[in-house]
């Protein structure tokens, strides 16, 4: 071991934010740890001559210009075993080893939005960090539970789908459930545009590299990038990398909720979080489970949404994407976070095919914290809207073939009257930001007006009206 004294920074803070560097020097490694490359196993180095806890950064082929960072995801009996956080130049068995740091330090502030930054804090927008940005920990505890306020205030997202359906509140964790080329990104960028919150965290994790910029330039656009801190790890970067960059984004997220800002934190995608989870998990020798995936997935996953939700200084409302495998909407990772979020919002591939955008399935999707936020007569409302698309889905069949007799069911009858309206009440252009007051008025007028029901009693409306006439059914207007 060398006497130099070692302090392992990205990004180093300016001496002006004193705390903050006080605070890196006593946690700084004070002496140099070496070893040396034992074995390689696919994204797995074992090492040799050197301890560290799991977590730990070192570098790979110090002092060198094939230096490369790498993370200490577990053991082979006394050997650490790191994957690497950046693409491994060549190395070979003895190659020095260092440990510099115990966690990944970041650094993030409010002039840090409209940038684009990886998951190690590093532009990659070709232009410096700001110089004022102070440190902020990547690993960090969630808030406790008695520390959490409950969620009592709506969020605008902008899509009338759901701020008037599947309304969410400030500190809600929701998930957007969908196989593959069903507009989750689209909806993603929907939602940044819209939102009524301060700050913008987006992480893009295991996304294709074209795809960042056609996010950036036609799903974000100028006025949603200028809030916003992009955190990209693309599919061809090391799986150590995609996970810090979940971690990073958060870490972002919980800094700018401190500050006492409402925060959105979108994530696509946290299948592919779970993938890259998988690829160091079995790497680092646990045994698979469910479809491969080995236990370490299903501890990580409700690591990464406890850290979002709301506290007594702010709150960061996060909407997680799930890409289902074969659309199966109850395969491994789908059927474990609906049990963590606060609700989940179905796209389906059905209503996509019949050109309705955003094509999100009310009747499969579900805000558990709707009826804390929402007006009694919007609640009502809202139900009743509900009551109408499953009334039409029931009888779809019948209705398509022409062998429902109108006037047989005032029920079936409502629900054709309002198929059409409630379809161009729940469809919207991607450009479109629909104001949340609008969106409540405009169901609550829609159900009232086709129906001649109150807001009182529209919770009601399989009641049949006051002396109906024999074979007749509300009119549509």
């Not at 740890?33 to 977590?55: F, S, Y």
């Not at 996509?352 to 094509?359: L, S, V, Y």
């Amino acid at each position: 071991m060398s006497a130099t004294r070692f302090q392992y920074k990205i990004n180093p803070p300016k001496i002006h934010h004193a705390a903050a560097a006080t605070r890196i020097i006593d946690e700084a490694v004070t002496h140099q740890i070496t070893g040396r490359i034992a074995a390689v196993r696919g994204d797995a180095i074992e090492l040799e001559g050197i301890t560290a806890p799991i977590g730990a950064i070192c570098e790979v082929c110090p002092g060198t210009p094939n230096r490369r960072l790498a993370r200490v995801i577990g053991f082979q009996g006394v050997r650490p075993i790191i994957a690497p956080l950046e693409t491994m130049a060549p190395i070979a068995a003895g190659d020095k080893v260092r440990l510099v740091g115990g966690a990944l330090n970041l650094r993030a502030g409010a002039s840090l939005c409209g940038r684009v930054i990886d998951a190690l804090g590093r532009p990659i927008d070709n232009k410096p960090l700001p110089e004022d940005l102070i440190p902020v920990e990547s690993n960090r505890m969630a808030p406790e539970s008695l520390d959490r306020p409950p969620i009592d205030t709506p969020l605008q997202t902008g899509v009338r789908a759901i701020d008037a359906m599947l309304t969410c509140g400030k500190g809600q964790r929701l998930g957007i459930f969908a196989g593959s080329g069903v507009g989750k990104s689209t909806l993603l960028g929907m939602l940044a545009r819209g939102s009524s919150a301060d700050r913008i965290v987006i992480c893009m994790v295991g996304e294709r590299g074209r795809e960042v910029q056609e996010f950036i330039q036609r799903c974000l656009g100028e006025e949603g990038l200028r809030r916003s801190v992009v955190v990209v790890a693309t599919s061809d970067r090391p799986a150590a990398q995609r996970i810090a960059a979940t971690w990073t984004a958060t870490a972002i997220a919980e800094s700018f909720r401190d500050e006492g800002k409402d925060v959105l934190l979108l994530m696509d995608s946290v299948t592919r979080l779970a993938m890259a989870q998988r690829e160091l998990g079995l790497a680092s020798g646990e045994p698979p489970t469910t479809r491969g995936y080995p236990p370490s997935v299903f501890n990580l996953l409700p690591q990464v949404v406890e850290r979002a939700g709301r506290t007594n200084l702010g709150s960061i409302t996060a909407f997680y994407t799930v890409l289902v495998e074969g659309d199966d909407h109850n395969e491994p990772i789908a059927d474990t976070l609906r049990g963590l979020l606060d609700g989940h919002i179905v796209l389906s591939r059905d209503l996509a095919a019949q050109a309705q955008w955003p094509p999100i399935d009310v009747l499969q999707s579900l805000s558990r914290l709707q009826t804390h936020l929402i007006s009694p007569a919007t609640l009502k409302a809202a139900s009743a809207a509900r009551r109408y698309l499953s009334d039409y889905k029931k009888n779809a069949d019948l209705i398509s073939i022409g062998a429902y007799r109108n006037g047989s069911d005032p029920n079936v009858d409502r629900a054709i009257s309002m198929r059409e309206p409630l379809k161009r009440f729940l469809s919207q252009d991607s450009g479109d930001i629909a104001p949340m007051e609008q969106s409540l008025a405009v169901l609550e007028a829609l159900i009232t007006s086709q129906v001649g029901l109150n807001p009182q009693n529209a919770a009601a409306p399989h009641s049949p009206p006051a002396n109906p006439q024999p074979g007749s059914a509300p009119s549509a207007s």
